[in-house]
Every structure is written in structure tokens, then in C-alpha cells.
């Protein structure tokens, strides 16, 4: 068997952001990547399955999936409860290109 070289996924997404269509798409979708990072990352902090989550927002666990998977996006209200049932807060900004 030959000896592969493997390439990170830092070098393999920094030269696939030479591509104008790949980089446009990457920087479409952040928004949603940083929101999907971030609810996952509090919802595991405090030891939660999306199950558990949802049911404390009233809500159902393909609701929390859908956010995370980055193929939904909620609404600020639903933001909000999400927060409150993570004991943290919504932050929202605007920032210059």
C-alpha cells in the first residue's frame, strides 16, 4: 500500500477559499455555522441532550437539530428561550465587511 499524504482540513480550506463561488458560500453560511457552534457548545456545557432542551423550551427535539445542522434559522423569540434554558444570553451584532 502506497503512503498517503494527508492534508488538514485547515490547509484544505484555506486553499479551496481561493475559489470565489467556495469562498461566497463559506461566508454566506458563517452566520449560521457560529450559531449552530455556539448553541452546541452551551448545550453540552450544561450536560443537555437536545431532547432535554427542547422539551424545557417547549418545543420538539427536531426543532434543536434542525438549528444545529445549520438547516433551519430561528427566530430571535426562539433565541431568546433557548438562551434563558442555557442560563445564557443572545448577542447579536453588526459588523463592517
Avoid: C, F
Amino acid at each position: 500500500m502506497k503512503n498517503l499524504k494527508l492534508t488538514s482540513l485547515d490547509k484544505l480550506h484555506k486553499s479551496w477559499l481561493k475559489d470565489s463561488a467556495y469562498k461566497r458560500a463559506y461566508e454566506e453560511t458563517e452566520p449560521e455555522y457560529q450559531l449552530a457552534r455556539s448553541l452546541i457548545g452551551a448545550r453540552l456545557k450544561r450536560k443537555m441532550t437536545q431532547e432535554e432542551l427542547a422539551k424545557k423550551i417547549g418545543t420538539k427535539q427536531p426543532v434543536i437539530s434542525r438549528i444545529e445542522a445549520m438547516s433551519q434559522k430561528p427566530s430571535l423569540s426562539l433565541l431568546e428561550r433557548i438562551a434563558k434554558a442555557l442560563n445564557a444570553r443572545v448577542e447579536i451584532r453588526i459588523l463592517p465587511k
